[in-house]
């Protein structure tokens, strides 16, 4: 079960991939922060991974332990202490991509916050997305796309995800966290259509 909302036509675009076995190797999921794409970016590990017919089921093994951040096979990569992501962390990335993988089916490599890349990161990075290895799926999500090198973007199938529109976000509030209704409506209005704001 995919948990993010709202996103019907990027879900449905994923879901014919995976059905056809047709995943890109690298997907640029952009859109404003709190939109969903970190929930999306795990949601596609899952359903690449998950051991169900319907994926992704959120019930087998896989599915679970990529969302406890457990998986051998999902690496979380994001903005910490330090003012970049630097060369050392996109190394790592690429010696871990170039190991077969351990549980799953697919290494995901997961960078948040791809726009704070270091230019020496994000030169080796390309080189990683020219020619990427086999059963490596790159997610790199980003708020400010205009600051990621236009060659990285030209070489990832670009997914931008929209505000929520009011109703749907308001329904999501009241079906999910038991909001009554005029509470759910203010926060939905106050959100701006980004689920995590909500």
């Known amino acids: 079960m995919w ?10 675009s994923l879901e014919q991939g995976i059905k056809q076995g047709s995943i890109a190797h690298a997907y640029l999921l952009t859109g404003p922060r709190h939109i969903g794409k970190r929930t999306l970016a795990v949601d596609l590990a899952r359903a690449i991974n998950c051991n169900e017919s319907e994926p992704p089921c959120g019930q087998c093994p896989s599915c679970r332990r990529i969302v406890e951040e ?21 190394k790592e990335l690429q010696h871990l991509a170039n190991l077969p993988p351990y549980e799953g089916r697919c290494k995901v490599f997961i960078i948040d916050d791809a726009e704070y890349l270091s230019s020496e990161a994000a030169n080796r ?10 059963k490596v799926l790159w997610l790199l999500l980003t708020s400010e796309e205009e600051r ?5 973007v030209s070489r990832c199938c670009r997914l931008e995800l929209k505000p929520v529109p009011p109703r749907e976000m308001q329904k999501m509030l009241t079906d999910r966290y038991n909001l009554e209704p005029g509470k759910a409506s203010l926060f939905a209005r106050l959100s701006h259509g980004c689920p995590g704001w909500a």
Do not use: F, M
Request: hydrophobic fraction near 45%; charge should be negative.
């Open 70 to 90: 457990k998986h051998a096979d999902v690496v979380l990569t994001q903005l910490d202490s330090t003012a970049e992501i630097g060369i050392d962390t996109i």
């Open 148 to 152: 990621l090198l236009p060659t990285i």
């Open 125 to 134: 990075l390309l080189k990683i997305l020219e020619e990427p290895p086999p």
């Open 3 to 12: 948990r993010v909302i709202g996103q019907d036509r990027v879900l449905t």
